[in-house]
């Protein structure tokens, strides 16, 4: 995936789940995008949480099982 959902690159979403550790709830991957995000200007924050809250709320296993749920959304 080349690019993301709302324009949203696979590398910015990277950038918010920096030292993430799996599995996660989707409330933890939302607190570590939220913590991260308040560490360095990132661009598209607010898209990039606004992505994440859309997921399913479940456990996810790995980066590419959150890629593969981002990528059914809209």
Do not use: C, W
């Not at 789940?17 to 996660?24: D, E, M, R, T, Y």
């Amino acid at each position: 995936m080349a690019r993301g959902v709302g324009g949203i690159g696979p590398a910015n979403i990277m950038r918010h789940l920096k030292g993430i550790h799996f599995p996660a709830s989707k409330n933890q991957i939302l607190d570590i995008a939220k913590k991260n995000q308040g560490r360095a200007e990132m661009p598209d924050t607010n898209q990039v949480i606004g992505v994440l809250q859309k997921m399913d709320d479940r456990e996810y296993t790995s980066v590419a099982d959150i890629m593969k749920q981002i990528g059914k959304i809209e």
